[in-house]
């Protein structure tokens, strides 16, 4: 059985790849290994093998690894890249580097409100529904100008770009990424601070490559380094 360390290492390898079909620099692309349902020993061992940003979904199990003392005591990077429902923003506000799954205004409104009483500013992305599917969580790409218009105004936030989880099918996943690209870069011509738009979170284990090749600056990969849940 291959390990998380030479399985980080063959990621890294095909995210160098990709980064040279696309004519980019590999630091323009980040890695967040995806350690929802995985211990903490797992944890570990992936920032023993050098990985330092990590993506969880669910709230509880975030605070809980947050805490562990096998974690605790090292400069962890967290992403929250899940579902997150107004009531639960004030238990992940200030305690991760960004969050990806912002889908609605009001929620916005909410991660304004705790960071407007904590004095903090937080990096969050706004996730859309560029498969259209009506499984899966995110803003109608027709509504995303509007929601992000309104999002702009809030105090203590700030909006760094979109998140997207494109559909099964390789191909098709490439052109959403290419949509969400396109939608990116709509959103900067009226931003108040286009510069501070940067950020593509999309593609995962199946897809990173593609998603690379159209433009990804954040790839979310749990699979492929941990083995299936």
């Known amino acids: 059985m291959e390990s998380i360390a030479s399985n980080l290492a063959e990621i890294r390898e095909q995210i160098a790849s990709a980064c040279r079909k696309a004519g980019r620099r590999e630091d323009e692309v980040k890695l967040i290994a995806v350690s929802k349902t995985k211990s903490a020993a797992a944890i570990r061992e992936a920032w023993d093998a050098g990985q330092q940003e990590f993506g969880e979904s669910y709230v509880q199990e975030f605070l809980d690894k947050q805490q562990d003392p096998l974690l605790s005591s090292f400069p962890l990077e967290w992403h ?68 992000a218009q309104e999002c ?67 790839i979310r990969v749990g699979s492929a380094i941990f083995g299936w849940r």
């Open 152 to 218: 702009f105004a809030l105090p203590n936030i700030s909006l760094r770009g979109l998140m997207t989880i494109a559909s099964p099918d390789p191909d098709q996943a490439r052109r959403e990424f290419s949509e969400l690209r396109e939608a990116l870069d709509r959103l900067r011509t009226d931003a108040p601070e286009p510069a501070r738009l940067t950020e593509l979170s999309m593609g995962m284990s199946q897809d990173f490559e593609e998603a690379i090749l159209e433009g990804a600056t954040i």
């Open 80 to 147: 929250f890249i899940g579902h997150l429902q107004s009531n639960k923003v004030r238990q992940v506000a200030g305690k991760v580097a960004m969050i990806h799954g912002i889908d609605k205004v009001s929620t916005a409104e909410e991660l304004s409100k705790r960071a407007v009483q904590h004095g903090l500013t937080i990096d969050y992305l706004l996730e859309v529904n560029i498969s259209r599917e009506s499984s899966k969580y995110g803003l109608d790409p027709s509504s995303l100008l509007q929601a």
